[in-house]
């Protein structure tokens, strides 16, 4: 099966708090990219973070930073310092072989509120 | 980096009537686009993909008859909504493939938001 689950409906933390929103992924492909998407209220889509599966280093990248863990099949996304800015939709996605195409697998999103 | 353009952003028409979405990809040629179809708070729900120059397949119950894909070159396509109806009110997202980077990246436009009275 080929699937994403992001258990958290939503979270709600005060400004400059830690929070870590959870993806656990199911594939059968052993060459597979994730990915985590912010979406704010306006709906654009903003992308994140890609990550090759044959690559589990985890990445930084100023107040984010993604832990891919391949034994437990997750991959999760930790806000440090939360900002009210961060307020919004985050979506995690696989990518899956379907039918002769890439296609994106999307778990259901976290709505993250950061309260000031 | 690669850009991807939705035109309109947003649109308000009256039920009967049809409503195209255009997608443009500005700065790489897309061989493969996709359509999505957001309800409100929900996620992402693809409704078809289209290959530049054949067909759009389209994803289990989606009427292909209403929502028409075109995608005509590499640059484009289109979504019609025909003979739009209440329940067809929802945001409309379109991606595209950039064939020379990384399988699997998809770049998506902004959205349409469609309202049908």
């Known amino acids: 099966a080929q699937k994403v689950t992001q258990a958290q409906t939503e979270i709600s933390v005060v400004e400059k708090e830690d929070v870590t929103l959870d993806c656990v992924y199911e594939t059968r492909d052993t060459t597979y990219y994730l990915f985590w998407y912010k979406q704010p209220p306006s709906g654009e889509l903003v992308f994140l973070i890609r990550r090759n599966s044959f690559d589990e280093q985890n990445e930084i990248s100023g107040r984010y930073s993604w832990n891919f863990q391949k034994s437990t099949s997750s991959f999760n996304f930790t806000i440090t310092a939360s900002q009210v800015v961060d307020s919004a939709v985050y979506f995690c996605?696989?990518?899956?072989?379907?039918?002769?195409?890439?296609?994106?697998?999307w778990g259901a999103g976290t709505k993250l509120i950061i309260k000031p | 980096g690669a850009v991807v353009s939705q035109h309109p952003s947003w649109v308000i028409c009256k039920s009967g009537t049809s409503v195209k979405i255009e997608c443009r990809s500005l700065d790489f040629q897309a061989t493969t686009m996709f359509w999505y179809r957001q309800f409100p708070k929900k996620s992402l729900m693809l409704m078809a993909t289209s290959n530049e120059g054949s067909k759009a397949t389209y994803e289990q119950g989606v009427e292909k008859d209403k929502f028409l894909i075109n995608h005509a070159s590499l640059t484009l396509s289109t979504l019609t909504v025909t003979s739009a109806h209440p329940e067809d009110s929802s945001f409309y997202i379109c991606?595209?493939?950039?064939?020379?980077?990384?399988?699997?990246?998809?770049?998506f436009g902004p959205g349409t938001r469609l309202t049908v009275t």
């Open positions: 991606s595209a493939r950039d064939p020379l980077q990384g399988r699997g990246e998809q770049y």
């Open positions: 996605a696989l990518s899956a072989l379907m039918d002769s195409n890439y296609q994106l697998i």
